[in-house]
């Protein structure tokens, strides 16, 4: 109940700086337009305060050993996570921008959505009890190595997104996740995109897209969250290894429903497009222009980043 006071006192200052441009609205996000920059700025006070709630609830916690604060720990984590997810992130570029340009089945974009959240909060849990429980090493250290991890990240996402854009050059990739119910969305004879397939053909090559984002959605998670290391190193090292670990789930089922949430959306404007044009020649071009300006966007913002992180060092995780 505290929780849900906090984020509805929240509520009249986000109401006010929609109405009075620049009222109350923080230096973060401050370059977006009305009203992005009023929703931006409420969710940044709101993690402010969520962040100090977690604190408060841990210290509770490690000074009178009582499991009682466990549950407020945990909401705040998750509400964190929802929050957190709506700022900037290439994790969400990347995914929306996969299903704004190439058709997916909804339950594959939960499950990418779920995938990424909860390799994000595997890969803190691993950083941290590596680099913190196994080798030892101060926080601001364990916070520069698990920053590192976004290397990884930024190489898988163009390693994937080059092998997507040589599929739909190729006409093995056509932006389409063939689920046997959805033949019937295409031609009779088995073309799709302009290009001819046969049905089993068109099964593997939807199998191969959806196995695609999938390994997409675990790249983009390979780089932790920043809130969710510090909850962990405080955990770690006040004896509290449980306690973050759960946190830290909690946060990453936060993060999957943003990302679900902006996934669908863009999946859903993709639909449009598709019930627009249905099968017409014309469709299936705009179907393959879509595919391969999907697949070439996520490499060139994959390499984009992967050559940032490389020449400056990596960012703060996030």
């Known amino acids: 109940m505290r929780l849900i006071l906090l984020v509805l006192s929240l509520l009249p200052a986000s109401a006010w700086a929609a109405l009075v441009p620049g009222g109350g609205a923080p230096a973060a996000g401050s370059d977006l337009p009305e009203p992005l920059r009023s929703i931006a700025a409420w969710g940044f006070a709101l993690q402010r305060r969520l962040t100090g709630e977690l604190r408060e609830q841990l210290t509770v916690m490690k000074d009178t050993g009582s499991w009682e604060p466990a549950a407020a720990i945990i909401l705040a984590a998750f509400l ?22 190439r058709r997916a089945r909804i339950v594959h974009g939960l499950a990418a959505s779920l995938i990424a ?16 429980g196994v080798l030892s090493l101060a926080p601001r250290a364990v916070t520069a190595g698990a920053a590192w991890l976004e290397l990884g990240s930024f190489a898988m996402i163009v390693a994937i997104g080059a092998l997507m854009t040589w ?46 984002l999938f390994a997409m ?31 830290t789930l909690a946060m990453g089922i936060g993060v999957a429903v943003t990302v679900a949430a902006i996934g669908l959306g863009a999946l859903g404007l993709n639909r449009l497009v598709e ?42 995780t996030g």
């Open 167 to 212: 599929r739909t050059l190729t006409g093995k990739g056509c932006g389409h996740d063939h689920g046997h119910h959805e033949h019937a969305d295409h031609h009779h004879d088995g073309t799709c995109c302009g290009h001819h397939h046969h049905h089993e053909a068109g099964a593997a090559g939807g199998k191969a897209e959806r196995n695609a």
């Open 117 to 132: 959240a909860m390799v994000q909060a595997g890969s803190a849990i691993l950083a941290v009890g590596i680099l913190a």
């Open 275 to 316: 019930r627009g044009f249905g099968g017409s020649s014309l469709g299936g071009r705009i179907r393959f222009a879509l595919a391969l300006a999907g697949s070439l966007s996520i490499t060139v913002l994959g390499a984009a980043l992967l050559i940032g992180t490389i020449v400056n060092g990596p960012t703060a």
């Open 80 to 101: 964190y996570g929802v929050f957190h997810a709506v700022g900037p992130g290439h994790g969400k570029v990347v995914i929306g921008g996969w299903f704004a340009t």
């Open 217 to 247: 959605a675990a790249a983009v998670g390979f780089r932790p969250c920043s809130g969710a290391i510090l909850v962990l190193l405080f955990c770690f090292a006040n004896g509290m290894i449980l306690i973050g670990v759960l946190a």
